[in-house]
């Protein structure tokens, strides 16, 4: 198996491809990377797998028609409306993103803002920092009832 990163940042390599995480992908699939994204037409017939993310080139039709190989596509990231074609389904390749991963933790930050929005921790914080530490009582401090 071969497999594909189609990504050019160097601080979004490192964030999602630790060195433990491409020796995961190589125990299973010879991988490599793809920095010339106008390559990727050239290139693409001869990977089974491609792994996108935030700014990888988009699969074109005229991309996906080369893509004789691929049966994989795994974007890492959420929607995949910018990066895939919708010919993409007429096609036998799986289709993924992190919707779900993400979802979550997207989930996680809106309550935690809910909750510091609700006992309005920033006015407190800045309080604080005016030096109002001294007055601190259920008639100077924000959110206490």
Same mark, same amino acid.
């Not at 979004?12 to 920095?35: G, Q």
């Not at 994204?37 to 080139?57: F, R």
């Not at 007429?90 to 935690?112: M, P």
């Given at each position: 198996?071969?497999?594909?990163?189609?990504?050019?940042?160097?601080?979004?390599?490192?964030?999602?491809?630790?060195?433990?995480?491409?020796?995961?992908? @190589?125990?299973?699939?010879?991988? =490599?990377? !793809?920095?010339?994204?106008?390559?990727? /037409?050239?290139? #693409?017939?001869? %990977?089974?797998?491609?792994?996108?993310?935030?700014?990888?080139?988009?699969?074109?039709? @005229?991309?996906?028609?080369?893509? =004789?190989? !691929?049966?994989?596509?795994?974007?890492? /990231?959420?929607? #995949?409306?910018? %990066?895939?074609?919708?010919?993409?389904?007429?096609?036998?390749?799986?289709?993924?993103?992190?919707?779900?991963?993400?979802?979550?933790?997207?989930?996680?930050?809106?309550?935690?803002?809910?909750?510091?929005?609700? %006992?309005?921790?920033?006015?407190?914080?800045?309080?604080?920092?005016?030096?109002?530490?001294?007055?601190?009582?259920?008639?100077?401090?924000?959110?206490?009832?």
């Amino acid at each position: 198996m071969k497999s594909l990163i189609a990504l050019n940042n160097t601080k979004l390599k490192e964030l999602l491809f630790s060195d433990e995480t491409i020796n995961h992908l @190589k125990h299973f699939s010879e991988v =490599e990377w !793809l920095d010339d994204y106008d390559a990727l /037409a050239d290139v #693409i017939d001869a %990977y089974d797998a491609c792994i996108t993310s935030w700014g990888s080139p988009r699969f074109t039709p @005229k991309v996906l028609n080369k893509a =004789e190989n !691929l049966k994989f596509i795994g974007h890492g /990231a959420g929607t #995949i409306v910018p %990066y895939i074609d919708e010919q993409v389904f007429q096609k036998d390749i799986t289709v993924v993103n992190a919707n779900y991963v993400l979802s979550r933790a997207a989930a996680e930050g809106t309550v935690a803002m809910m909750a510091a929005a609700s %006992y309005r921790l920033l006015d407190y914080s800045q309080m604080l920092k005016d030096g109002g530490w001294a007055d601190n009582d259920v008639e100077n401090v924000p959110g206490v009832c």
